[in-house]
């Protein structure tokens, strides 16, 4: 059964939390994904069998959490994992799916002392500028000044609203174009026929970043969602090898 919490914000974040041993394996789901997704629902099993404190989450305008998904930007969803992470005690290591990758490395650039570890699932650090904003035509760019939001077709059903306060706020939020210190051990998983994250954009993080112990593995003919069943257990090997 999930529990509610409510931010500092006033928004009502849904979250499940399983008791364990740390530190304690956080999920940060992807954009418009949730916490009853294949990745989250298979670390939680793994949690449960191997002891482990774990805990998976939706953001606001997510899942069963408070808020519509246009009224939010990566700043708000950053701040409702923190709220989440307030609750738990202790080291965590932070495992981030595709946007919950650059949410990963926002908080563990905020709090390095709490952070044991972190891996990176087809992470999509600065993905508001670098995807969005950057490959937008100039009249999208303009539809989306003059009208505060544009559409924009999806491969996982309906199409994704962007708006402005999203690429606007994100502009805050990028973590490529300064230095990025994570002094703890960090994975990198990335499929090569991932259609969404490019494996560039996983190079580049790992030549970004300063790490003790930094890896990318790529996995030939793995697609974006890294759910497959030979894809789901390097998640729990990188897991295990941080913490």
């Known amino acids: ?3 509610t919490l409510k931010t ?23 954009f418009k994904s949730d916490m009853g997704g294949t990745k989250a629902v298979h670390l939680e099993t793994w949690a449960k069998e191997a002891g482990r404190a774990y805990v998976r989450l939706d953001y606001s305008g997510h899942g069963i959490s408070s808020g519509t998904f246009e009224e939010g ?17 202790g080291p965590l290591v932070l495992v ?13 650039r ?11 699932i087809a992470a999509a650090p600065d993905f508001t500028e670098d995807g ?32 402005k306060r999203l690429i606007e706020e994100g502009r805050e939020r990028l973590v490529l174009r300064t230095p990025l210190s994570l002094p703890f051990p960090v994975r990198l998983l990335q499929g090569t026929e991932d259609t969404s994250v490019t494996t560039e954009t996983a190079v580049r993080l790992l030549e970004h970043a300063v790490s003790p112990d930094m890896r990318l593995t790529l996995v030939k003919g793995a697609d974006h969602s890294f759910s497959s069943e030979t894809c789901l257990p390097l998640i729990v090997q990188a897991i295990e090898e941080v913490s």
């Not at 500092?8 to 992807?30: D, K, N, S």
């Not at 930007?73 to 005690?89: K, Q, T």
């Not at 969005?132 to 609203?161: C, I, Q, T």
Request: net charge negative; proline share 7%; glycine share 14%.
């Open 132 to 163: 969005f904003w950057a490959n937008f035509p100039p009249h999208m760019r303009e539809a989306l000044e003059r009208e505060g939001k544009v559409s924009l077709p999806s491969d996982y059903g309906e199409p994704y609203v962007i708006t």
């Open 1 to 3: 059964m999930h529990k």
């Open 73 to 89: 930007s990566i700043g708000d969803w950053v701040e409702d994992s923190c709220a989440v992470l307030e609750l738990i005690e």
């Open 8 to 30: 500092p914000q006033g928004r009502e974040i849904a979250y499940h939390r399983t008791e364990g041993r740390g530190p304690a394996v956080v999920f940060l789901g992807g």
């Open 110 to 120: 905020a709090q390095p002392e709490r952070i044991a570890g972190l891996v990176g």
């Open 96 to 108: 981030g799916s595709s946007m919950g990758g650059w949410i990963a490395l926002q908080i563990a």
